[in-house]
């Protein structure tokens, strides 16, 4: 998932932050899978279209959510 990628981005620059500035901290990091919807069918695709006006209140509130993961991602390197 993109917002994973940009979290994990996130998090790798401030444990980098944190031993730079040398605190006395130490990190242990464990990922599990995550279903971001459990309900979508396994035996078929959803195009992004319709998950969106499901998920969503309107289109617009799809677009202004998918643009700032857009800028996020573009901020940590990434082209979504």
């Known amino acids: 998932c993109a917002w994973c990628y940009v979290g994990h981005i996130e998090l790798e620059q401030g444990i980098a932050l944190a031993k730079e500035r040398g605190l006395p901290v130490s990190f242990s990091i464990r990922y599990h899978p ?15 279209s319709e998950y969106f006006a499901k998920k ?6 799809a677009a ?6 857009a800028k996020r991602g573009r901020e940590e390197g990434l082209a979504l």
């Open 64 to 69: 202004r959510v998918l643009l700032m993961l």
């Open 56 to 61: 969503f209140p309107s289109r617009e509130d």
């Open 34 to 48: 995550l279903f971001l919807n459990p309900c979508l069918p396994e035996d078929k695709s959803t195009p992004k």
